[in-house]
Nanobody
Framework: VKFVESGGELVQPGGSLRLSCAAS????????MSWFRQAPGKERELVAT????????NYSDSVKGRFTISRANVANTMYLQMNNLKPEDTADYYC????????????WGQGTQVTVSS
């Protein structure tokens, strides 16, 4: 299993970013997937989840209405469109399968850093 996250950068408050997660090493199309984030000094938190077919999505209250999770199974890739970014969205963003993510010694990719600052 491998996850490669990309798309993070420095952006001003109110700006937008699109994160990508390239997955490999497993049958991506049959698994529910999630985005997580970890802000400096805080624990990693679940941001958004999407079912294997993309028909059902869920969001944390802090990002609901601003972030959109999507996936392209043909490309083994998941996305997170982030709009109206706030300084509190500053964090390292990671993708993972939500059941695998809570296992002891779970594998995580390198993440992608999002910084929201003026």
């Amino acid at each position: 299993v491998k996850f490669v996250e990309s798309g993070g950068e420095l952006v001003q408050p109110g700006g937008s970013l699109r994160l990508s997660c390239a997955a490999s090493g497993f049958t991506f199309s049959i698994f529910t997937m999630s985005w997580f984030r970890q802000a400096p000094g805080k624990e990693r938190e679940l941001v958004a989840t999407i079912t294997n077919n993309g028909l059902v999505t869920n969001y944390s209250d802090s990002v609901k209405g601003r972030f959109t999770i999507s996936r392209a199974n043909v490309a083994n890739t998941m996305y997170l469109q982030m709009n109206n970014l706030k300084p509190e969205d500053t964090a390292d963003y990671y993708c993972n399968q939500p059941t695998w993510a809570i296992m002891p010694n779970a594998y995580w990719g390198q993440g992608t850093q999002v910084t929201v600052s003026s």
